[in-house]
Protein backbone atom coordinates (compact mmCIF):
# COMPACT_ATOMS: atom_id res chain seq x y z
CA UNK A 1 0.00 0.00 0.00
CA UNK A 2 1.41 3.58 -1.04
CA UNK A 3 1.95 5.29 2.16
CA UNK A 4 4.01 8.42 3.18
CA UNK A 5 4.81 8.49 6.88
CA UNK A 6 6.44 11.30 8.88
CA UNK A 7 8.11 11.96 12.14
CA UNK A 8 7.96 13.27 14.39
CA UNK A 9 4.58 13.80 15.18
CA UNK A 10 5.14 17.36 16.93
CA UNK A 11 8.27 18.89 17.72
CA UNK A 12 9.03 21.95 20.47
CA UNK A 13 12.58 23.71 20.18
CA UNK A 14 14.17 27.30 20.99
CA UNK A 15 14.24 29.59 18.41
CA UNK A 16 17.66 29.99 16.70
CA UNK A 17 18.39 25.98 17.25
CA UNK A 18 18.10 23.91 14.53
CA UNK A 19 15.96 20.35 13.60
CA UNK A 20 15.50 17.97 11.19
CA UNK A 21 11.91 16.67 10.77
CA UNK A 22 11.65 13.08 8.67
CA UNK A 23 9.52 11.53 5.85
CA UNK A 24 9.42 7.71 4.65
CA UNK A 25 7.48 6.73 1.82
CA UNK A 26 6.47 3.27 -0.06
CA UNK A 27 4.97 5.02 -2.82
CA UNK A 28 5.41 3.06 -6.61
CA UNK A 29 6.59 4.30 -8.23
CA UNK A 30 8.06 7.32 -7.72
CA UNK A 31 7.65 10.39 -9.48
CA UNK A 32 8.82 12.99 -7.11
CA UNK A 33 8.85 14.64 -3.12
CA UNK A 34 7.89 17.76 -1.93
CA UNK A 35 7.99 19.64 1.68
CA UNK A 36 4.96 21.77 1.78
CA UNK A 37 4.54 24.54 4.89
CA UNK A 38 1.19 25.03 6.34
CA UNK A 39 0.39 27.64 8.87
CA UNK A 40 -2.52 27.11 10.99
CA UNK A 41 -5.95 28.27 9.61
CA UNK A 42 -3.86 28.84 5.78
CA UNK A 43 -3.39 26.18 2.66
CA UNK A 44 -0.09 24.63 2.32
CA UNK A 45 3.00 26.13 0.54
CA UNK A 46 5.61 24.47 -1.19
CA UNK A 47 8.94 24.70 -0.02
CA UNK A 48 10.69 21.85 -2.42
CA UNK A 49 10.43 19.22 -4.32
CA UNK A 50 13.11 16.54 -5.67
CA UNK A 51 12.77 14.45 -8.24
CA UNK A 52 14.11 10.87 -8.19
CA UNK A 53 17.45 11.94 -9.84
CA UNK A 54 18.23 14.71 -6.64
CA UNK A 55 19.53 14.16 -3.49
CA UNK A 56 19.27 17.59 -1.55
CA UNK A 57 17.39 21.04 -2.49
CA UNK A 58 17.58 23.99 -0.16
CA UNK A 59 15.04 26.86 -0.12
CA UNK A 60 16.89 29.63 1.98
CA UNK A 61 16.96 27.59 5.75
CA UNK A 62 15.51 24.72 4.82
CA UNK A 63 16.89 21.98 2.98
CA UNK A 64 15.41 18.93 1.76
CA UNK A 65 17.24 15.54 1.48
CA UNK A 66 16.23 12.50 -0.46
CA UNK A 67 17.66 9.00 -0.96
CA UNK A 68 15.49 6.94 -2.99
CA UNK A 69 17.15 3.75 -2.49
CA UNK A 70 15.88 3.93 1.12
CA UNK A 71 12.91 6.22 0.19
CA UNK A 72 14.06 8.52 3.01
CA UNK A 73 13.09 12.32 2.87
CA UNK A 74 14.24 14.91 5.55
CA UNK A 75 13.83 18.38 5.93
CA UNK A 76 16.31 20.68 7.94
CA UNK A 77 15.77 23.71 9.38
CA UNK A 78 18.53 26.04 9.82
CA UNK A 79 18.55 28.68 12.56
CA UNK A 80 14.92 28.48 13.45
CA UNK A 81 12.59 31.35 13.53
CA UNK A 82 8.88 31.89 15.36
CA UNK A 83 7.80 32.23 12.36
CA UNK A 84 8.54 28.54 11.14
CA UNK A 85 6.30 27.34 13.75
CA UNK A 86 3.84 25.51 11.47
CA UNK A 87 2.96 22.16 9.91
CA UNK A 88 5.24 20.54 7.84
CA UNK A 89 3.65 18.23 5.33
CA UNK A 90 5.96 15.32 3.04
CA UNK A 91 3.87 14.50 -0.04
CA UNK A 92 4.99 11.70 -2.41
CA UNK A 93 4.18 11.63 -6.36
CA UNK A 94 3.43 8.14 -7.78
CA UNK A 95 2.90 7.37 -11.49
CA UNK A 96 0.94 9.83 -13.58
CA UNK A 97 -2.25 10.44 -12.17
CA UNK A 98 -3.17 13.16 -9.49
CA UNK A 99 -4.67 10.24 -7.73
CA UNK A 100 -1.50 8.89 -7.15
CA UNK A 101 -0.31 11.77 -5.24
CA UNK A 102 0.09 10.71 -1.26
CA UNK A 103 0.01 13.08 1.51
CA UNK A 104 1.82 12.45 5.00
CA UNK A 105 0.13 13.43 8.19
CA UNK A 106 2.50 16.03 8.96
CA UNK A 107 4.63 17.63 11.78
CA UNK A 108 3.60 20.03 13.74
CA UNK A 109 6.74 22.38 14.73
CA UNK A 110 6.33 24.86 17.57
CA UNK A 111 9.26 27.24 17.92
CA UNK A 112 9.67 29.28 21.65
CA UNK A 113 11.06 32.29 22.09
CA UNK B 1 -2.36 37.67 -9.68
CA UNK B 2 -5.23 36.29 -6.73
CA UNK B 3 -3.66 33.04 -7.00
CA UNK B 4 -6.42 30.22 -5.94
CA UNK B 5 -9.66 32.00 -4.04
CA UNK B 6 -11.78 30.03 -1.95
CA UNK B 7 -15.05 31.20 -0.87
CA UNK B 8 -16.89 30.77 1.26
CA UNK B 9 -14.08 30.85 4.24
CA UNK B 10 -16.42 29.97 6.71
CA UNK B 11 -19.56 27.96 6.59
CA UNK B 12 -22.13 26.03 8.71
CA UNK B 13 -24.61 23.81 7.36
CA UNK B 14 -27.26 21.84 8.37
CA UNK B 15 -27.91 17.68 8.10
CA UNK B 16 -29.57 17.18 4.59
CA UNK B 17 -28.91 20.76 3.26
CA UNK B 18 -26.29 21.11 -0.27
CA UNK B 19 -23.97 23.94 -1.30
CA UNK B 20 -21.34 24.87 -2.95
CA UNK B 21 -17.58 25.71 -2.69
CA UNK B 22 -16.01 27.78 -4.94
CA UNK B 23 -12.78 28.08 -6.08
CA UNK B 24 -11.32 30.13 -9.08
CA UNK B 25 -7.87 30.45 -9.62
CA UNK B 26 -6.00 32.93 -12.50
CA UNK B 27 -2.98 31.35 -13.36
CA UNK B 28 -4.41 29.81 -16.06
CA UNK B 29 -3.45 26.24 -14.68
CA UNK B 30 -4.73 22.96 -16.29
CA UNK B 31 -4.95 20.78 -12.96
CA UNK B 32 -7.50 21.28 -10.24
CA UNK B 33 -7.83 19.39 -7.37
CA UNK B 34 -10.06 19.57 -4.13
CA UNK B 35 -9.32 18.08 -0.87
CA UNK B 36 -10.25 17.68 2.27
CA UNK B 37 -8.09 17.76 5.71
CA UNK B 38 -9.29 16.14 8.90
CA UNK B 39 -7.65 16.07 12.02
CA UNK B 40 -4.68 13.92 12.36
CA UNK B 41 -4.98 12.56 9.04
CA UNK B 42 -3.25 14.02 5.45
CA UNK B 43 -4.86 15.88 3.06
CA UNK B 44 -7.04 13.23 1.13
CA UNK B 45 -8.39 13.83 -2.67
CA UNK B 46 -12.35 14.03 -3.40
CA UNK B 47 -11.76 15.09 -6.90
CA UNK B 48 -9.47 16.50 -9.45
CA UNK B 49 -10.12 17.75 -13.45
CA UNK B 50 -7.13 17.66 -15.76
CA UNK B 51 -8.46 19.93 -18.19
CA UNK B 52 -11.90 21.98 -18.46
CA UNK B 53 -14.91 19.09 -19.21
CA UNK B 54 -12.60 16.75 -17.35
CA UNK B 55 -13.20 15.24 -14.14
CA UNK B 56 -12.29 12.38 -11.84
CA UNK B 57 -12.81 10.89 -8.31
CA UNK B 58 -10.32 10.83 -6.08
CA UNK B 59 -9.93 8.78 -2.33
CA UNK B 60 -12.88 10.35 -1.12
CA UNK B 61 -15.80 11.36 -3.79
CA UNK B 62 -19.02 10.17 -1.99
CA UNK B 63 -21.19 12.80 -1.43
CA UNK B 64 -19.34 15.67 -3.74
CA UNK B 65 -19.98 16.15 -7.35
CA UNK B 66 -17.85 18.57 -9.10
CA UNK B 67 -17.64 20.14 -12.85
CA UNK B 68 -15.05 21.97 -14.67
CA UNK B 69 -16.76 24.21 -17.33
CA UNK B 70 -14.20 26.40 -17.50
CA UNK B 71 -10.34 26.57 -16.87
CA UNK B 72 -10.40 28.66 -14.25
CA UNK B 73 -13.75 27.49 -12.41
CA UNK B 74 -13.17 24.20 -9.94
CA UNK B 75 -16.81 24.14 -7.73
CA UNK B 76 -17.70 21.24 -5.08
CA UNK B 77 -20.78 20.51 -4.62
CA UNK B 78 -22.30 18.78 -1.22
CA UNK B 79 -25.70 16.95 -2.38
CA UNK B 80 -26.90 16.41 0.91
CA UNK B 81 -24.89 17.51 3.54
CA UNK B 82 -23.63 14.80 6.76
CA UNK B 83 -21.91 15.39 9.99
CA UNK B 84 -19.24 13.12 8.39
CA UNK B 85 -18.34 16.17 5.96
CA UNK B 86 -17.49 18.73 8.30
CA UNK B 87 -13.53 19.17 7.77
CA UNK B 88 -11.19 21.99 6.41
CA UNK B 89 -11.63 22.06 2.19
CA UNK B 90 -8.73 23.33 0.29
CA UNK B 91 -8.80 23.91 -3.38
CA UNK B 92 -5.59 23.61 -5.17
CA UNK B 93 -4.28 23.76 -9.08
CA UNK B 94 -1.15 23.39 -10.63
CA UNK B 95 0.51 24.36 -14.70
CA UNK B 96 0.42 20.19 -15.12
CA UNK B 97 -0.60 18.39 -12.24
CA UNK B 98 1.54 17.03 -9.29
CA UNK B 99 3.55 14.57 -11.73
CA UNK B 100 4.83 16.88 -13.82
CA UNK B 101 7.20 18.28 -11.53
CA UNK B 102 5.28 21.33 -10.79
CA UNK B 103 3.81 22.55 -7.44
CA UNK B 104 0.32 22.63 -6.37
CA UNK B 105 -0.56 25.99 -5.21
CA UNK B 106 -3.29 25.96 -2.92
CA UNK B 107 -6.56 28.16 -1.83
CA UNK B 108 -6.33 29.34 1.85
CA UNK B 109 -9.36 27.08 2.61
CA UNK B 110 -12.86 26.80 3.90
CA UNK B 111 -13.82 25.53 7.26
CA UNK B 112 -17.13 23.61 7.06
CA UNK B 113 -19.17 22.51 9.85
CA UNK B 114 -22.79 20.04 9.32
CA UNK B 115 -24.36 20.09 12.40
Known amino acids: KNQVEQSPQSLIILEGKNCTLQ??????????LRWYKQDTGRGPVSLTI?????NTKSNGRYTATLDADTKQSSLHITASQLSDSASYIC????????????FGKGTRLHILP | NAGVTQTPKFQVLKTGQSMTLQCAQD?????MSWYRQDPGMGLRLIHY???????DQGEVPNGYNVSRSTTEDFPLRLLSAAPSQTSVYFC??????????????FGSGTRLTVV
Open chain 2, 92 to 105: ASSYKGGQGGYGYT
Open chain 1, 23 to 32: CNYTVSPFSN
Open chain 1, 50 to 54: MTFSE
Open chain 1, 91 to 102: VVSGGNRDDKII
Open chain 2, 27 to 31: MNHEY
Open chain 2, 49 to 55: SVGAGIT
